[in-house]
């Protein structure tokens, strides 16, 4: 039996998130199109007759300007000392720019997989030219896949398994996410918040279960300004109402999800009211 940690590294938007879902068969980490979607550690679990890998989601790495930004870089970069092998996940359907270097400059390249994913989107030409240019960077290995249609996603595992160090298994067969059920609420909340909203609002809200007395929760969304809080909530409560019914869908029958709007102002400026959220 072979056990051990991989983990996702890259910039925003790569398809990180929609990856480890695809391995683990299962929605293990919220989606959306917004860069910087996931902020925390999210593992992932799956357990074969020869191996159990626990992978782990990590923020998108980017150009810090908020104490929330700085936060979510230190966890990424925290979560490429403490795994067995680290997977540089690159889109392939943007050139491989500034950010893709800058982050390949933080890690040991020559130990690390370099997964080119979106290839169900990026031309033969466009796939062939990453490569090339991917090369450059002396990474141990190469794989293009697509998270979105599992091409090639079955020889990445295959190659992760077979690099796994020989150990027992960590969790039971059949767990598949490490994320605590609260927490994994508050997201299912943010998510929907992610895909009813443009521009800046998305990252003024966070969200946090405050009360759980199944099968009652309530779940409070933070925004920094009063003016956010009236957008949030909606005419006559109506996006509350939509957000509450779609994760509702999504928990167990017989939940009550309970939704309030509270206004912590520059929340993502202020260090300790990063860390009071939990990022």
Not at 163 to 169: K, L, Q
Not at 171 to 182: D, F, I, L, N, V
Request: net charge neutral; charged share 25%.
């Amino acid at each position: 039996m072979r056990t051990g940690f991989v983990s996702f590294v890259g910039r925003p938007n790569v398809g990180k998130s929609t990856l480890l879902n695809a391995i683990c068969g299962r929605k293990v980490s919220i989606v959306s199109d917004k860069p910087q979607t996931t902020r925390r550690q999210v593992r992932g679990v799956i357990t074969r007759d020869d191996a159990q890998i626990i992978f782990v989601d990590t923020p998108g790495l980017h150009k810090a300007v908020t104490a929330l930004g700085r936060s979510v870089n230190s966890t990424a970069l925290e979560m490429t000392r403490d795994v067995d092998i680290v997977c540089m996940v690159v889109d392939a359907t943007q050139p491989v720019g500034k950010g893709d270097k800058w982050v390949s400059e933080q890690l040991s390249m020559p130990s690390v997989v370099v997964v080119l994913n979106k290839i169900d989107r990026a031309s033969p030409q466009q796939i062939m030219k990453q490569l090339q240019t991917l090369s450059a960077m002396g990474a141990a290995e190469y794989f293009p896949i697509s998270a979105k249609t599992n091409a090639g996603v079955d020889v990445l595992v295959n190659y992760l398994a077979s690099r796994m160090p020989e150990g027992e298994m960590l969790y039971p067969p059949t767990t598949t996410s490490e994320t605590p059920e609260e927490l994994w609420i508050a997201e299912l909340v943010r998510e929907q918040l992610l895909a009813m909203f443009d521009d800046e609002l998305p990252y003024s809200i966070a969200t946090r279960v405050t009360e759980w007395e199944w099968p009652r929760v309530r779940c409070e969304i933070v925004v920094e300004r009063e003016s956010q809080k009236g957008m949030v909530i909606g005419k006559n409560g109506s996006i509350l109402k939509e957000v509450g019914t779609k994760v509702r869908s999504q928990m167990p029958e017989g939940a009550f999800l309970e939704l309030f709007v509270v206004v912590d102002k520059d929340w993502q400026q202020r260090p300790d009211r990063v860390e009071r959220l939990g990022y």
